[in-house]
């Protein structure tokens, strides 16, 4: 379920213009949703090693080689 919500200062919408928004809308929420599928299914393959950071998700590689190197100094390993 989706709600559409237009401010009251949006001039000129109309029923017909709603039902276009909601309809393009839901095609793109639908498309989105089995191109997420498709990604689940392909990280599951033997091919897949690992993906690519882009720049907004790099914290997010600096914090799991911080959980990482956390866990090598607890167990005294170096393998990481």
Same mark, same amino acid.
């Given at each position: 379920?989706?709600?559409?919500?237009?401010?009251?200062?949006?001039? +000129? %919408?109309?029923?017909?213009?709603?039902?276009?928004?909601?309809? *393009?809308?839901?095609?793109?929420?639908?498309?989105?949703? =089995?191109?997420?599928?498709?990604?689940?299914?392909?990280?599951?393959?033997?091919?897949?090693?690992? +993906? %690519?950071?882009?720049?907004?998700?790099?914290?997010?590689?600096? *914090?799991?080689?911080?959980?990482?190197?956390?866990?090598? =100094?607890?167990?005294?390993?170096?393998?990481?």
């Amino acid at each position: 379920t989706m709600d559409i919500l237009f401010h009251q200062s949006v001039p +000129g %919408v109309h029923d017909e213009d709603i039902k276009k928004i909601s309809d *393009f809308l839901e095609l793109v929420m639908l498309q989105d949703c =089995r191109i997420c599928e498709i990604n689940q299914k392909g990280l599951r393959s033997n091919r897949f090693t690992n +993906g %690519v950071l882009v720049p907004q998700e790099y914290c997010v590689h600096e *914090f799991q080689k911080w959980i990482l190197d956390e866990l090598d =100094r607890a167990d005294g390993s170096t393998s990481h």
